[in-house]
């Protein structure tokens, strides 16, 4: 299973970025998905999250100002970023709780690599 994000880029504050993650590989189903993000000397965080169900968890940080978002069919989950703030510069990467398509359906956690947004004027 192989999760490719793309989206980021250099945005002014108070820009909105869109990111995409997709899911590619072996998958019989995906549970949660979801975006995390590590600044540079930070501890990497959860941003946000989505189950299959469509229930939705957010950092208290993005809460108001970033929207998950997931389209099943094709295996991708969205992160609608709006009113950026230089304080969300960070590597932003996707993972996904995965249902394999093999005997035994295992479960496993994928992570997609990261993708660079950074907020600046």
């Known amino acids: 299973v192989q999760l490719q994000a793309s989206g980021g880029g250099l945005v002014q504050p108070g820009g909105s970025l869109r990111l995409s993650c997709v899911a590619s590989?072996?998958?019989?189903?995906?549970?949660?998905m979801g975006w995390y993000r590590q600044a540079p000397g930070k501890q990497r965080e959860r941003v946000a999250s989505?189950?299959?169900?469509?229930?939705?968890n957010y950092a208290d940080s993005v809460r108001g100002r970033f929207t998950i978002s997931r389209d099943n069919a094709r295996n991708t989950v969205y992160l609608q970023m709006n009113s950026l703030k230089p304080e969300d510069t960070a590597v932003y990467s996707c993972?996904?709780?995965?249902?394999?398509?093999?005997?035994?359906?295992?479960?496993?956690?994928?992570w997609g690599l990261g993708t660079l947004v950074t907020v600046s004027s």
């Open positions: 993972n996904a709780n995965v249902v394999l398509a093999r005997a035994g359906a295992p479960v496993d956690d994928y």
């Open positions: 989505i189950t299959s169900g469509g229930s939705l």
């Open positions: 590989g072996r998958i019989f189903r995906i549970n949660t």
